[in-house]
């Protein structure tokens, strides 16, 4: 971590990429230390804070866009980011530019430098990121409100220093084991830990364990909960590879034949979870939304990197699929596609549930082409292939480490009819979809 400012847009996000040898350190006393530094920038701006094991960036997006389709200015945090960095703060899906991300970052790196002689010690990567992003939303950009996306888990998060309108947990599942908990309970603690004295909860968590959990701290903080198949639900009318549609009921609404672009059974529910929580913005906060906000903003919603089709012929499909939550919504919607063969292209990082994230996926690929992530964390080949052996020993498994190649090879084996997959990891849809659209571009 060098000392004095940064210049330009390159050099601030290398700085703040040095810091990722620290690691994750949960806690919230640095974040707090470096707010009140900056005289509490997070209290000038209205928050709709989202947590959930899978589906959270969805909901962000479904949120936000039925917002601006009512004319609202509004801010997204959401991480990690798929295309470029600034992707991660956005206002009106317009990444931080380049001079607001400079002037912020050289508020905080003083305090940085600080944090770093003291007890409390050096912030982590994603400590300095929400601190920028609640600098820029307090003191450059005024968005009208922000969807407010966790990184991990909820209590001791970074994005848990702010005091939200709406809270929303979407679902809880196994992820982040090593540092959330062993237990579905345990989990859900950690995620019920957004919930503020008073602020309404949207809870889409179905796991009966993990949502007494949730009702129990929402209880203990007074907070009012709206939970689906209790307070709202959705009747699916049509699933298939184009979108969905489905109607909706909650206490205060009722909407027929609501359509989205987003693949499979799960955007149905997490559009759900989002139109709950605008009816509350609606409903407690006088939000001005209109009918016709809520049909034109769900269905034009688009979450890059889920499911998303890149090409035909063969159809190739990428998915952000990293847990085993994930892998089994991938397999339900990979159901509604016609194909001939399933290649799958799969890397991973070591510190999931691998055994239980290919057990769900295993039976929709025909084969199973094995590779890295560019990640430190990246699963060896032969360690994947091990344990997809030990699930499915008759499952043919081609071992590929260099991702591009892996890519490569599965388009070169497919038929026009047949449909490639890739998924297991973020980290690794991001930079392939980099270079398949890169590739797009280049015939």
């Known amino acids: 971590m060098g000392l004095g400012k ?259 059974p799960h955007q149905v529910k997490n559009a759900a979870v989002s139109l709950m929580a605008l009816d509350v913005l609606r409903q407690f906060y006088a939000f001005y939304i209109d009918e016709e906000a809520f049909y034109s903003g769900m269905k034009s919603t688009f979450w890059p990197g889920r499911l998303e089709v890149l090409s035909e012929q063969p159809k190739i499909v990428i998915d952000g699929a990293h847990n085993p939550e994930g892998a089994k919504s991938l397999a339900e919607t990979i159901s509604l596609f016609s194909y001939q063969r399933c290649i799958m292209v799969t890397g991973i990082l070591a510190d999931k549930a691998i055994s239980n994230f290919y057990q769900a996926i295993l039976p929709i690929a025909d084969l199973l082409i094995v590779t890295e992530p560019d990640f430190p964390r990246a699963a060896k080949t032969e360690d994947v292939r091990n344990k997809i052996h030990s699930i499915d020993q008759q499952k043919e498994v081609i071992e590929i480490s260099n991702w591009q190649q892996a890519v490569d090879r599965a388009i070169q084996m497919a038929d026009p009819d047949d449909l490639v997959i890739i998924t297991g990891s973020l980290y690794m849809i991001s930079d392939v979809r980099r270079f398949l659209l890169n590739e797009r571009e280049k015939n």
């Open 6 to 264: 940064v210049r330009t847009k390159e050099e601030a996000i290398e700085w703040i990429h040095s810091l990722k040898t620290l690691g994750i350190k949960p806690g919230l006393d640095r974040m707090e230390w470096m707010l009140e530094r900056l005289d509490h920038p997070e209290r000038r701006v209205k928050f709709v804070h989202v947590a959930g094991t899978n589906g959270k960036g969805s909901t962000v997006s479904f949120i936000s866009q039925v917002l601006r389709k009512s004319g609202y200015k509004v801010g997204t945090f959401t991480s990690p980011y798929l295309i470029e960095f600034t992707n991660r703060i956005q206002v009106n899906g317009k990444d931080i530019s380049g001079e607001d991300l400079v002037k912020t970052l050289n508020q905080v790196i003083p305090l940085a430098e600080e944090l770093s002689h003291m007890e409390l010690g050096t912030p982590t990567e994603f400590e300095v990121v929400t601190v920028i992003a609640i600098q820029y939303y307090a003191t450059i950009a005024y968005p009208d409100v922000v969807v407010w996306e966790t990184g991990l888990g909820g209590r001791l998060d970074s994005t848990n220093v702010v005091h939200p309108i709406v809270s929303v947990i979407t679902n809880v599942g196994y992820d982040h084991m090593n540092l959330l908990g062993d237990t579905i309970k345990e989990i859900a603690w950690e995620k019920a830990g957004i919930i503020k004295p008073g602020v309404p909860v949207i809870s889409g968590v179905e796991d009966e364990e993990a949502l007494q959990v949730i009702k129990e701290m929402a209880a203990s903080k007074k907070a009012p909960i709206y939970q689906l198949n209790e307070h709202f639900t959705f009747t699916a009318n049509k699933i298939n590879q184009e979108g969905s549609s489905f109607d909706f009921t909650d206490p205060f609404l009722t909407m027929p034949e609501i359509q989205i672009r987003m693949l499979g």
